[in-house]
């Protein structure tokens, strides 16, 4: 993939060029990491889901026990 450019705002903002959010699946919301690593600046994307945000979610939505587990197994 060839080099693209974008440039730091005034308060540090970078806007990821689109064929990169495309191609390795950032969308808002998105949680990136960052690091140095010999003057190169890294951003990985954060790990998956959170499985306590995962169940909280679900509470008040008058779910019975078979619901809520098949969605946190990832059959929904």
């Not at 060029?17 to 690593?37: A, W």
């Not at 954060?46 to 995962?54: T, W």
């Amino acid at each position: 993939m060839k080099s693209m450019k974008a440039r730091v705002a005034e308060r540090g903002q970078v806007t990821i060029p689109k064929p990169l959010r495309e191609r390795l699946g950032v969308k808002p919301g998105t949680v990136l990491e960052f690091s140095e690593d010999h003057g190169r600046l890294i951003a990985i994307k954060s790990g998956g889901i959170d499985p306590v945000g995962e169940v909280l979610g679900c509470l008040g939505k008058k779910l019975d026990t078979d619901s809520v587990m098949a969605q946190l197994r990832g059959r929904r």
